[in-house]
């Protein structure tokens, strides 16, 4: 959608799957639009606050204009807040791989300066062989 075009919005009464146009609807009962589904939760206040403001709009076209380009402008601003959180989360991403990286190479370092290690087999034999712990030999 450009930023100069309104967007297009069906109004449709659930029970039948009938479209509802503005000619259809009667004074006073108009019909709530059937919202994308938001399965995180996020726009259950934006939605209210919608259909409020709708309902402040009484037919007067500068209201409707209003609501319009404050729709647009929030659609514009979440676009941008958008772009800036990828970078943040980016870059925290990176910074997180980095660190994972250096404390591998880090423990992979330690290991290298101390050694190999003995394995179970071998420090139950040198226990068994200095009688140390009761240990006994694998048979």
């Known amino acids: 959608m450009k930023d100069n075009e309104t967007p297009e919005v069906k109004i449709v009464h659930q029970p039948h799957g009938e479209e509802i146009t503005p000619?259809?609807?009667?004074?006073?009962?108009?019909?709530?639009?059937?919202?994308?589904?938001?399965?995180?939760?996020?726009?259950?206040?934006?939605?209210?606050?919608?259909?409020?403001?709708?309902?402040?709009?009484?037919?007067?076209?500068?209201?409707?204009a209003v609501f319009i380009d404050t729709l647009r402008v929030g659609g514009k601003w979440a676009q941008d807040r958008m772009a800036v959180q990828k970078n943040i989360r980016a870059a925290t991403t990176?910074?997180?791989?980095?660190?994972?990286?250096?404390?591998?190479?880090?423990?992979?370092?330690?290991?290298?300066?101390?050694?190999?290690?003995e394995t179970d087999e071998e420090r139950v034999a040198r226990q068994y062989n200095a009688g140390v712990g009761g240990a006994l030999p694998n048979k």
């Open 23 to 64: 000619e259809k609807m009667r004074a006073g009962t108009p019909l709530s639009p059937v919202w994308p589904k938001d399965q995180y939760g996020m726009t259950s206040g934006l939605r209210r606050e919608l259909a409020r403001a709708a309902g402040r709009i009484n037919g007067d076209e500068r209201k409707l």
């Open 94 to 117: 990176a910074a997180v791989m980095k660190r994972e990286a250096d404390a591998q190479a880090e423990a992979e370092a330690d290991a290298a300066r101390k050694g190999p290690q």
